[in-house]
């Protein structure tokens, strides 16, 4: 995380995550209707927006996705009340996390914290996202093995170009003897070389030197690293965290921000939702159409162009007014929730007789 390299890589998928907004749904299914409740339950609806008194839920996202991609594991423990229903979420930043299991065989997750503090807490209030799940039957693999090889080519290479500009600040000529010289004299022909040539006063611009040494002029460029090494080094860095200059630099195109969010942000999303919703909800609870759901706006990555063509779809009623305002961040307007019609712009479900044609 201390690598610049690193946390550019990671930064754009942490904002993004943050940015997502979770809802509570409650879908009920009769033989007759089908009906959609968004946020019945206002204690879920403050645990989703305040998870505790520290962070909001953008913040707690934010930090269970830089653990997520850093660890490939993110912890967070849900509390509960006396009535069992959850009333806060903390993220655990543990050094270390244990699967135990007691005589039943219920799971339980044992956290090392780094102020010496053991946290057991039980996997049922857990929610656990996992990244490279592969060998662990609990946990997902950690990325440091394929990435600690990587940024010890970029230390020593940052380490290198920074030797190499104080030693061309100092060393500009390098003067080989052919013969072995005692220490004093070498500083005093080397000195002699910079008084003669190298002073302000001489104004020829030559320098000569006899057959017993060999002046040698230090071009700072030789000691400086490949550039298309460290290029190279820097991409395999960038295609392990599934990421490019364009995403790193905020420039990315619309297709390449959409290709971005389906690769790396909607898997995540799926993640979020299927944990939340398990974990806060009994069997029950999902049995009757409560779910947790975290959503992304459709348009974030689109362009004002793009935007402004979705104008289309509010005229033949696709989009309300007020969803066509959201995608440009812009509060919503009384009655803008109707959908509307391009001919007469009136509420989808009044009638409405037109010159020539029959109300029906």
Same mark, same amino acid.
């Given at each position: 995380y201390q690598s610049d390299i690193v946390r550019a890589c990671i930064r754009p998928k942490i904002k993004a995550i943050g940015k997502?907004?979770?809802?509570?749904?409650?879908?009920?299914?009769?033989?007759?209707?089908?009906?959609?409740?968004?946020?019945?339950?206002?204690?879920?609806?403050?645990?989703?927006?305040?998870?505790?008194?520290?962070?909001?839920?953008?913040?707690?996202?934010?930090?269970?996705a830089a653990l997520l991609v850093l660890n490939n594991n993110a912890f967070a423990v849900i509390?509960?009340?006396?009535?069992?229903? $959850?009333? #806060?979420?903390?993220? =655990?930043?543990? +050094?270390?996390?244990?699967?135990?299991? /007691?005589? &039943?065989?219920?799971?339980?997750?044992k956290f090392y914290m780094q102020n010496g503090n053991v946290l057991t807490?039980?996997?049922?209030?857990?929610?656990?996202?996992?990244?490279?799940?592969y060998e662990n039957d609990i946990f997902g693999? $950690?990325? #440091?093995?394929?990435? =600690?090889?990587? +940024?010890?080519?970029?230390?020593?290479? /940052?380490? &290198?170009?920074?030797k190499a500009i104080r030693n061309s600040a100092v060393i500009r000529w390098l003067l080989m003897f052919a013969s072995s010289m005692r220490a004093e004299d070498i500083k005093k022909r080397a000195q002699d070389f910079a008084d003669s040539f190298l002073s302000v006063s001489n104004g020829t611009g030559v320098a000569a030197v006899d057959a017993k040494a060999e002046a040698k002029q230090i071009d700072p460029k030789d000691?400086?690293?490949?550039?298309?090494?460290?290029?190279?080094?820097?991409?395999?860095?960038y295609a392990l965290f599934n990421t490019n200059p364009h995403i790193v630099t905020s420039i990315a195109t619309e297709d390449e921000q959409s290709a971005y969010f389906d690769a790396e942000i909607e898997p995540v999303l799926k993640q979020l939702s299927g944990e939340y919703t398990r974990k806060l909800f009994s069997?029950?609870?999902?049995?009757?159409?409560?779910?947790?759901?975290?959503?992304?706006?459709?348009?974030?990555?689109?362009?004002?162009?793009t935007k402004l063509n979705l104008l289309q779809l509010v005229d033949r009623g696709a989009l309300t007014p007020n969803e066509w305002r959201r995608a440009f961040n812009l509060a919503p307007v009384d009655g803008g929730d109707k959908p509307i019609r391009r001919l007469d712009?009136?509420?989808?479900?009044?009638?409405?007789?037109?010159?020539?044609?029959?109300?029906?």
């Amino acid at each position: 995380y201390q690598s610049d390299i690193v946390r550019a890589c990671i930064r754009p998928k942490i904002k993004a995550i943050g940015k997502l907004t979770a809802k509570h749904i409650r879908e009920t299914v009769t033989a007759s209707a089908r009906k959609l409740a968004v946020n019945p339950e206002p204690y879920i609806r403050f645990l989703l927006e305040e998870p505790n008194q520290y962070m909001t839920g953008q913040l707690l996202q934010e930090k269970l996705a830089a653990l997520l991609v850093l660890n490939n594991n993110a912890f967070a423990v849900i509390l509960r009340d006396e009535n069992g229903l $959850p009333n #806060a979420i903390f993220p =655990v930043a543990a +050094m270390q996390a244990d699967a135990v299991y /007691d005589a &039943g065989g219920n799971l339980y997750l044992k956290f090392y914290m780094q102020n010496g503090n053991v946290l057991t807490f039980a996997y049922d209030d857990v929610i656990h996202l996992r990244g490279d799940f592969y060998e662990n039957d609990i946990f997902g693999d $950690p990325i #440091a093995p394929a990435i =600690v090889p990587l +940024m010890e080519i970029v230390t020593t290479t /940052d380490q &290198g170009i920074v030797k190499a500009i104080r030693n061309s600040a100092v060393i500009r000529w390098l003067l080989m003897f052919a013969s072995s010289m005692r220490a004093e004299d070498i500083k005093k022909r080397a000195q002699d070389f910079a008084d003669s040539f190298l002073s302000v006063s001489n104004g020829t611009g030559v320098a000569a030197v006899d057959a017993k040494a060999e002046a040698k002029q230090i071009d700072p460029k030789d000691y400086v690293p490949n550039a298309a090494q460290m290029d190279k080094t820097t991409q395999r860095i960038y295609a392990l965290f599934n990421t490019n200059p364009h995403i790193v630099t905020s420039i990315a195109t619309e297709d390449e921000q959409s290709a971005y969010f389906d690769a790396e942000i909607e898997p995540v999303l799926k993640q979020l939702s299927g944990e939340y919703t398990r974990k806060l909800f009994s069997r029950r609870e999902r049995g009757c159409g409560n779910r947790i759901v975290f959503e992304a706006s459709a348009w974030d990555f689109a362009s004002t162009s793009t935007k402004l063509n979705l104008l289309q779809l509010v005229d033949r009623g696709a989009l309300t007014p007020n969803e066509w305002r959201r995608a440009f961040n812009l509060a919503p307007v009384d009655g803008g929730d109707k959908p509307i019609r391009r001919l007469d712009t009136q509420p989808v479900d009044r009638n409405t007789t037109q010159k020539g044609d029959e109300t029906t």
